[in-house]
């Protein structure tokens, strides 16, 4: 079982898995995040799984993104609207690809 297939659970369902957990006391006061909290814990269950960017240099695009909001920022104080708008769809189809490489 991992944190995804709990999460899933309603809280009557996390609250009879809690009660089947030796030394897990007070779950029938807790809402869903903090029995969720308590259950990773007793059970030893990583809280979020991380998500390795497949294909692309992480680093290497995030630098790309800040080079190019310190130019976005240059443009807007030269009042130059095509250099801006330019530069702005350019971050957002960085971040979308680092979104996507993440899933």
Same mark, same amino acid.
């Given at each position: 079982?991992?944190?995804?297939?709990?999460?899933?659970?309603?809280?009557?369902?996390?609250?009879?898995?809690? *009660?089947?957990?030796?030394?897990?006391?007070?779950?029938?006061?807790?809402?869903?995040?903090?029995?969720?909290?308590?259950?990773?814990?007793?059970?030893?269950?990583?809280?979020?799984?991380?998500? *390795?960017?497949?294909?692309?240099?992480?680093?290497?695009?995030?630098?790309?993104?800040?080079?190019?909001?310190? *130019?976005?920022?240059?443009?807007?104080?030269?009042?130059?609207?095509?250099?801006?708008?330019?530069?702005?769809?350019?971050?957002?189809?960085?971040?979308?690809?680092?979104?996507?490489? *993440?899933?």
């Amino acid at each position: 079982m991992d944190y995804h297939e709990l999460k899933k659970k309603s809280v009557a369902e996390l609250r009879e898995q809690a *009660a089947k957990v030796e030394g897990l006391t007070g779950y029938t006061q807790m809402n869903k995040q903090h029995l969720l909290e308590a259950l990773c814990k007793h059970l030893g269950i990583a809280m979020h799984a991380h998500h *390795a960017a497949s294909g692309i240099d992480k680093a290497a695009v995030k630098a790309r993104i800040q080079a190019l909001k310190a *130019a976005r920022d240059q443009a807007l104080a030269a009042n130059d609207r095509t250099l801006f708008s330019r530069t702005l769809r350019k971050i957002h189809r960085l971040k979308r690809q680092l979104r996507r490489a *993440a899933v």
